[in-house]
């Protein structure tokens, strides 16, 4: 589940965030979860965690549980040193994660949904969520990596 060295005893929290993340980084390209639906995910193999807890992982990604995501390559600056704009070898895609109304996390809202609008994500009509029913995307759509 986890790219930890041969040894590497994970603890609880980290088991879980890492199994979050695994989730995650299957989402395809133009398609979304839900934080509850990720815990359910998670919750069948682990028997614990919920919505809030999927969003302190989500939370803690970039920094926290940045050793539990492979190093795909190296990096996502762009050719002039700003940051360059979400893509799938961030390791991370965590802008195709939204609440249970579809809405990515307020403080991202625009960053998440120019990222999903690039990906040819179904928003809603005024573009400001994601059209779940089109959009909601179930591991079992695709086999395990």
Same mark, same amino acid.
């Given at each position: 589940?986890? $790219?930890?060295?041969?040894?590497?005893?994970?603890?609880?929290?980290?088991?879980?965030? =890492?199994?979050?993340?695994?989730?995650?980084?299957?989402?395809? !390209? %133009?398609?979304?979860?839900?934080?509850?639906?990720?815990?359910?995910?998670?919750?069948?193999?682990?028997?614990?965690? %919920?919505? &809030?807890?999927? %969003? !302190?992982?989500? =939370?803690? !990604?970039? $920094? &926290?549980?940045?050793?539990?995501?492979?190093?795909?390559?190296? %990096?996502?600056?762009?050719?002039?040193?700003?940051?360059?704009?979400? !893509?799938? $070898?961030?390791?991370?895609?965590? @802008?195709?994660?939204? *609440?249970?109304?579809?809405?990515?996390?307020?403080?991202?809202?625009?960053?998440?949904? $120019?990222?999903?609008?690039?990906?040819?994500?179904?928003?809603?009509?005024?573009? &400001?969520?994601? *059209?779940?029913?089109?959009?909601? @995307?179930?591991?079992?759509?695709?086999?395990?990596?």
């Amino acid at each position: 589940m986890t $790219d930890s060295p041969p040894g590497t005893q994970l603890t609880d929290v980290e088991e879980y965030a =890492a199994a979050v993340l695994d989730v995650v980084r299957r989402i395809p !390209s %133009g398609r979304a979860m839900t934080y509850g639906l990720i815990a359910e995910i998670v919750g069948e193999d682990l028997g614990r965690g %919920g919505p &809030r807890q999927v %969003g !302190s992982v989500m =939370a803690g !990604s970039g $920094d &926290r549980y940045a050793h539990l995501v492979p190093d795909d390559d190296g %990096g996502s600056e762009g050719a002039d040193g700003d940051a360059a704009p979400p !893509s799938d $070898d961030e390791g991370v895609p965590w @802008w195709r994660v939204v *609440n249970a109304a579809g809405s990515p996390p307020k403080q991202y809202l625009t960053e998440a949904l $120019d990222a999903l609008r690039a990906e040819g994500c179904p928003l809603s009509r005024d573009g &400001r969520r994601v *059209n779940l029913r089109r959009a909601v @995307w179930f591991p079992e759509d695709d086999p395990p990596r």
